[in-house]
């Protein structure tokens, strides 16, 4: 059964393990069209709510919906065709070609062979990604960053299409934290041209200059709850950076671009 | 690495014709091409075999050699989807204990069958022992994957020493049977451990072969969302799959068929390792192609193996599980080395 999202909506969700509410109260709508960056300091909870987000984790408390429908855990195979995530880190332990681990992206979409429609969408996610060059080669010798590379591709394939109905729902967990600037920004460009009016995503990511000059709406996240949202000018104003994260910081508004630096300790 | 197309399964499938007819024509009593061709000929004619080496071929060597390929083609396949299932390279029936548990529930049947009442064994009737091995394998099973699981997935470490503990309770569990036996069933206890196809009949090659092919066509509809399952958990679950499902699914078939396996031939080792790792070296690790394939290379290293197992010593007999053991041991401890799982934690094909 396939189901649609169109809205992911929050609503007084918290995630408790061993008494310590790792998310809590947490109360948000996240429309199509937009690219959403989870800010915050380590252990704030942004990647537990990705999981819940993602039904990887069953909240606590409280409620997810997608469109209005209330989600669960249980439902998450059925959104595989129009939810894709992207992991900090893939390790596997056998033999497989990048391309391989592409066409694992088209695994929701087909029953035992994959349609020639299958193999057209891989070559388009290799051909944008520039992934030609190591496509034949085994995943393990890949370096970290190739690695992303190609996973990001599976991801991408998963949902290369917008859905009849709903919107598609693309989750990233600190995505390009193991590549190069320029990788970064071609990343980051292909997120942004990936965003249509039937596409949520949402991304966590540590780079706040990144996330100032991307991002159509920012959460910043402390001790598990939502600190402040909104425009990424308005958020990491550097009154909010010293409180979540204790640092001192000056922000800049530069010709076509915000710049954030932080004070040396 | 090879195309597993077409040709690459034809190649393999004549290769273990091949073997087969040399491991039929060899032994204590050679059978030659005509004296086969003339056994199948009275055989459906309806008439009793004409000499002794027609008799040979039918009631020994024929179901012999089916056995060893039934055989191996289920522990191949065994070491296929395990590995899938625990993410692990190195995992086989003989190391995580599934033979062991299996060897340990047969060895109850083989010395208490006195205390056995009567009723059940005819209701059981040849399925009494794979019963008991299938009661054992599953305790052993399930006791490794749930003890050697950390939140993740499975460290190689882990598995190994778990596996190694769960093995010695199956062993001593065995050997306390065989202790407590009466010497004729302790001297079978002790053959079948080592592993034997000398007691091969058609009853069992009925009995594994229609085992090994419905099993095969149950698993080979899962080889996609075992290759999902190399991603991790996880990535699976996103990709669709539900992945404690397909565990479940994928424990209970391969418990079932390992089981019967060694209900009748006994503990074989190493064939599970070595037949996929083999084949992903050659083919890669696409769960579609490299099932069947490992259940044809399988079939014919194991049928071999039990040709050595009868010529090295003719007219005596080797038990086949010391062959493979003999070979396998250290062609595992090599893999270990040469992938430096002995010195830190890595990858295996890395």
Known sequence: MRKEVSMVRLQDVGFEINKKWLVKDLNYAFEPGKMYMLCGPNGAGKSTLLKLISLQQKASEGNIFYNEANVKPGHAASFATNRAVLSQQIDISFPLSAEEIIMMGRYPHFEVKPSKHDVEICEQAIALLELEPFRKRNYLTLSGGEKQRVQFARVLVQIWEEPPIGSRLLLLDEPISSLDIKHQLEFLFHVRNFITPKTIVIAILHDLNLALNYADELLLMKEGRLFKSGKPVDVLQPVYIEQVFGVHSHLHHLPGADFLWAEKL | ?350
């Not at chain 2, 091409?33 to 009793?48: C, L, P, R």
């Not at chain 2, 020493?161 to 001297?187: C, E, H, K, W």
């Not at chain 2, 509809?221 to 699976?236: D, F, H, P, V, W």
Request: aromatic share 10%; hydrophobic share 55%.
């Open chain 2, 1 to 350: 690495m090879l195309q597993p197309n077409k040709t690459f399964f034809f190649c393999l499938s004549a290769l273990l014709l091949t073997s087969m007819l040399i491991a039929i024509a060899l032994g204590a009593v050679p059978v030659s091409v005509q004296q086969m061709a003339g056994a199948v000929k009275h055989f459906f004619s309806g008439k009793d075999p004409a000499n002794i080496y027609e008799a040979v071929f039918l009631q020994l060597r024929l179901p012999r050699v089916l056995l060893c390929c039934i055989v191996g083609a289920i522990l191949s396949a065994s070491g296929v989807l395990m590995q899938g299932l625990f993410r692990n390279p190195i995992v086989e029936p003989g190391l995580v204990g599934t033979s062991a548990g299996a060897a340990f529930g047969a060895s109850i049947v083989f010395v208490l069958a006195a205390s056995i009442p009567p009723s059940f064994k005819a209701l059981t009737g040849p399925l009494l022992v794979p019963l008991f091995a299938f009661g054992g394998a599953s305790l052993a099973t399930y006791a490794v994957y749930t003890l050697a699981k950390s939140r993740k997935n499975i460290g190689i470490t882990a598995l190994l020493l778990v596996g190694i503990a769960i093995n010695a309770v199956g062993l001593s569990g065995t050997g306390f049977m065989s202790y407590i036996a009466r010497d004729p069933q302790a001297r079978s206890i002790t053959f079948w451990n080592l592993g034997t196809f000398s007691g091969a009949g058609w009853l069992q090659v009925g009995i594994t072969g229609l085992i090994a092919g419905l099993i095969f066509f149950l698993t080979i509809r899962y080889a996609k969302q075992l290759n999902a399952l190399i991603l991790g958990e996880e990535e699976a679950s996103y990709l669709g799959v539900d992945a404690s499902k397909l565990k479940r699914r994928i424990m209970f078939y391969n418990t079932a068929m390992v089981s019967v396996a060694t209900a009748f031939v006994g503990v074989i080792s190493f064939v599970g390792l070595i037949v996929p790792h083999l084949l992903r070296l050659l083919i890669g690790s696409d769960n579609k192609y490299l099932l069947p394939a490992s259940m044809i290379l399988g079939a014919m290293l194991m049928c071999l193996t039990d040709l050595l197992a009868r010529v090295l010593l003719a007219p005596a007999e080797i038990p086949v599980g010391i062959i493979t053991s003999l070979i396998g041991a250290p062609v595992f401890i090599a893999l270990l080395r040469k992938h430096n799982v002995l010195n830190e934690k890595g990858g295996f094909y890395g």
